[in-house]
């Protein structure tokens, strides 16, 4: 089977060689324990603090801030649990609409099981945060802003810094989703508003199994995980000494190249984007152009079904994806998009294509050489893609 052409890096990333090799000792020969005495342990326990080290330093944060956990998801449990544990007489959380359901499931969740509101902010047409109502909706009695940093299927960055002063105007907690932004967009959270973060090592070239959770130093925080003492107390279990050290490696690979990842994978981008629109009538890119991530284009290609340009484009062993990877089996379109507004013949037919470091000019032109036929050929079979022709 020839190679794939590989456009679905918001789902997950290559594992990089160079993490595989930093990690690769630590599931042979260095396996103690990081907690135990003897010092074939305590060198373990030294390679997690580096890693520490590695992940601050690409956060400007302080090591001491970076707890390890084992995904994006129980990263954002951890920071929304932590707020509504640690201001316990605030019962407000404010989201959007258009978070990723690691978010958006959880807070719906609690309402029904911790008698709490919740507001859901909405965005406009490109998919940016209504800040005006933002600013309405968060009052005394918010325990918690969770706002995503970037958006995973659109890309679209979200005014963080600003949304996290109105937060802290208001005495509640600022926490980020920033699984799909870190190693794609410069963090200083030396220099920001904000009291947590969430990320994940499986998006940035580090292996699936391993996040983290950024707690600003004063920020109060009730631990999700009780039980040993592991991460200073505040996640419990041994820690997956492979799976930090790798993310520590990652984060390490990500602060030097990130300027390249934001030029060379930008321009990629643009011109799979440019090409697309060019050679596929009826396509529209959906997400405020001007403030996205470098590595991300959701295209919607109406008339036709984003599932069957899926299958058409695996079969030219091209991945890519329609709507987040967690939704996918489901026919609804996308909740980004319906949030959105973009039209239904169009949330249907829409793809995203994320890219990464190891994206290269062929990949881009394998898409561009199938896409227009792929397109056709649907539109040819889709009672209304004719009858949109006809009127064209
Ligand atoms: N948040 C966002 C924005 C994501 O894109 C994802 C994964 O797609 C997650 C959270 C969940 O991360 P994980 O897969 O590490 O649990």
Known sequence: MAKVAYFDNNATTAVAPEVVEAMMPFLTEYYGNPSSIHTFGGQVANCIEEAREKLARLLGAEPSEIIFTSCGTESDLAAV???????????????????????????????????????????????RLDMGQLRDAVDEDTAIVTLMWANNETG??????????????????????????VGKVPINLADSQVDMLSLSGHKLHAPKGVGALYVRRGTPYVPLIRGGHQESNRRAGTEAVPNIVALGKAAELAAERIEEENSRVKALRDRLEEGLLKSCPDARINGDRENRLPNTTNISFEYIEGEAILLLL????????????????????????????????????????????????QDVDRVLKVMPGIVNRLREISPFGRDQAKTA
């Open 81 to 127: 649990y932590s707020a509504m544990r640690s201001l316990p007489n605030r019962r407000h959380i404010v989201t959007s609409r258009v978070e990723h359901p690691a978010i958006l499931n959880l807070c719906q969740w609690l309402v029904g099981r911790e008698k709490c509101r919740l507001t859901e902010i909405a965005v406009d047409h490109q998919g």
């Open 156 to 181: 679209v960055i979200f005014p963080v810094e600003e949304a996290a002063a109105v937060a802290r105007n208001h005495g509640a907690i600022f926490h980020t989703d920033a699984v799909q932004a």
């Open 314 to 361: 695996d079969q030219e062993g091209i991945c890519a994806s329609s709507g987040s990877a967690c939704t996918t089996g489901s026919l609804e379109p996308s909740h980004v998009l319906r949030a959105m507004g973009v039209p239904f013949t169009a949330a249907h037919g829409s793809i995203r294509f994320s890219l990464s470091y190891y994206t290269t000019d």
